[in-house]
């Protein structure tokens, strides 16, 4: 007999795309699998809910309980028509075929169904009081399509002006960066300008200094040269 | 009692699904499954009069849709052995 052991997962967190396999089953299946579920995990382990409060501690819980529950966080999708399904063992060998089904996608509000009965090598099966086996609809997964909810016009448009205002944005950008580097450039032959400038200036005051010096012992000797001009002053 | 559980993609979406059973296989009928916890979620979508689980397998500390064919054999297989009553439950986590 298979064997399994039940838990309580708190959070999960989803790796991939959100799809994950699917099959869909009876009304009554599913509740065998929710009583099954309920029933034995509070048989079996009595204290898990207490547990459920220390999640967090918990080695072997691989996520985090995760209390906020977002409004209007339900994706739903929408499956596509079905044409042929396949049950198959282990070996991935196709012990049954479900029939072909030509349907009628003019009208999308239908959604496809096909019964398939479990394979006759499946003994003890559960006798749900109808006389049939329970019956497991195999939905192909690359038959499966997940639409994603339409973005609101209004907010698509507003979303369309942003990725407009980021690509001008970028454009600004890079006239302000090459507009810096004229700056730069500028500032750099201004500097150059300005030390030779300096230069100048310097140059020009030492020969200011020069003449000066020179002129001034010109004046000196002259005075020298008529000492008789001075003593008629004093006279 | 209704558990529920959200899953988290890596870009923030989140989505809200009832869970209809989890468990770990612990048959060695079923090694490509053994040992690894898988849910059953409800879609909320309905197939006609059917109701729409969808199935994760945890992998590397995250639940992934289970793209490994065996392994979605077999667990399919132990779904249809839960159904006939064909399980025996050791313990529970």
């Known amino acids: 007999m298979a064997k399994v052991s039940l838990f309580k997962p ?7 795309e959100m799809k994950g396999k699917q099959i869909a ?14 029933t034995n995990l509070k048989v079996e382990s009595p204290i898990v809910e207490e547990q459920i409060t220390n999640v967090e501690e918990s080695k072997d819980n691989a996520f985090a309980f995760m209390n906020n529950l977002e409004e209007n966080a339900v994706n739903n999708s929408i499956l596509e ?7 198959m063992d282990n070996t991935e060998e ?3 075929n479900a029939p072909v089904v030509n349907l009628d996608t003019t009208n999308l509000d239908e959604t496809p169904v096909i019964d398939i009965t479990i394979p006759a090598n ?3 099966v559960v006798d749900d009081g109808t006389n049939n086996a329970p019956i497991i609809n ?13 973005m609101d016009p209004e907010l698509k448009e507003i979303q369309e002006r942003l990725n407009q205002v980021i690509a001008d944005l970028d454009q600004y ?10 700056i730069n450039e500028n500032l750099e032959k201004s500097r150059e300008v300005l030390k030779d400038t300096q230069a100048a200036a310097k140059i020009m005051s030492i ?4 003449q000066k010096s020179i002129s001034e012992e010109a004046t000196g000797d002259s005075v020298l040269e008529d000492p008789t001009r001075i003593l008629n002053i004093v006279a | 009692m209704e558990d529920k559980v959200i899953l988290v993609s890596p870009s923030g979406v989140k989505l809200e699904r009832k869970l209809v059973c989890a468990f770990t296989s612990l048959d060695s009928d079923r090694p490509n499954i053994k040992n690894i916890p898988v849910i059953a979620v409800e879609t909320g979508e309905m197939n006609g009069a059917n109701y729409v689980l969808e199935f994760y397998w945890e992998q590397n500390g995250l639940y992934t849709p289970v793209n490994n064919e065996n392994a979605w054999g077999e667990v399919k297989k132990t779904i249809i052995d839960i159904i006939n009553g064909k399980m025996e439950v050791e313990g529970s986590i």
């Open chain 1, 10 to 16: 708190s959070e999960i967190s989803v790796s991939e």
């Open chain 1, 173 to 182: 950008k890079k006239k302000i960066k090459k507009l810096e580097i004229e």
């Open chain 1, 138 to 150: 195999l939905i192909p997964d690359e038959q499966i399509v997940e639409t994603e909810e339409e």
């Open chain 1, 25 to 38: 089953v009876k009304e009554n299946n599913i509740t065998s699998l929710n009583d099954f579920y309920q």
């Open chain 1, 207 to 210: 020969q200011q200094e020069r």
């Open chain 1, 94 to 96: 196709v012990i049954e």
């Open chain 1, 81 to 87: 028509n079905e044409e042929t399904v396949s049950i």
């Open chain 1, 122 to 124: 499946e003994p003890d």
